[in-house]
């Protein structure tokens, strides 16, 4: 099955600063991820599909990019609003998720 | 616009089965795929399968063992029993909607925590 890697963990950051989070797949996947940003206690909220597509509603502050196996979300100017856990997932073959990126305030 | 609502026990016993069910309001439950996926606390999420509105099924090779899914298009429902729980099942379970076999999950249910303890 195909593992996905998230890079990193962690990240402490402050308002207004510029944001990427790494992604990458045990083997290409084309363009089949999609990210999601998750708040406790709440459901994932679908932010990019096929690595790059803004979703309906989503701040034009979030871009995904990449193919094959290395894909970045970047946040261009984080918002207090921001601040939660971001997850990839690959839907290549069956699905899988990444192991999170927390993003913390700074 | 479609929502989604998982219901069902908070607490099962160890070697028993949990069962959830996920209600689909707003929408109709034909011509989609509707998946389970489980966010384990503090951990991440794990996709557990996934019914075609036809019945059709694929399971995570992982799971599969233990896992079956139904549909009931007649109450706009599906549904997940997992079979010979422990204490590692225990897990934020969420209902989800895609559009083809493989693909990204919009909605979400808003999920339902299961504890598997004695």
């Given at each position: 099955d195909i593992q996905m890697t998230q890079s990193p963990s962690t990240l402490s950051a402050s308002v207004g600063e510029r944001v990427t989070i790494t992604c990458r797949a045990s083997?290409?996947?084309?363009?089949?991820l999609a990210w999601y940003q998750q708040k406790p206690g709440k459901a994932p909220k679908l932010l990019?599909?096929?690595?790059?597509s803004l979703e309906s509603?989503?701040?034009?502050?979030f871009s995904g990019s990449g193919s094959g196996t290395e894909f970045t979300l970047t946040i261009s100017s984080l918002q207090p609003d921001d601040f939660a856990t971001y997850y990839c997932q690959q839907y290549n073959s069956y699905s899988t998720f990444g192991q999170g990126t927390k993003v913390e305030i700074k | 616009q479609v929502q989604l609502q998982e219901s069902g026990p908070g607490l099962v016993k160890p070697s028993e089965t949990l069962s959830l069910t996920c209600s689909v309001s707003g929408?109709?439950?034909?011509?989609y795929y509707w998946s389970w996926i489980r966010n384990f606390p503090g951990k991440g999420l794990e996709w557990i399968g996934y019914i075609y509105y036809s019945g059709n099924t694929n399971y995570n090779p992982s799971l599969k063992s233990r896992v079956t899914l139904s549909v009931d298009t007649s109450k706009n429902q599906f549904s997940l029993k997992l079979s010979?729980?422990?204490?590692?099942?225990?897990a934020v379970y969420y209902c989800a909607r895609h559009m083809t076999y493989s693909s990204k999950f919009d909605p979400w249910g808003q999920g339902a925590l299961v504890t598997v303890s004695s």
């Open positions: 083997q290409s996947i084309s363009s089949w990019i599909y096929d690595a790059s509603g989503v701040p034009s502050r | 929408g109709s439950i034909s011509g010979s729980v422990t204490a590692a099942d225990t």
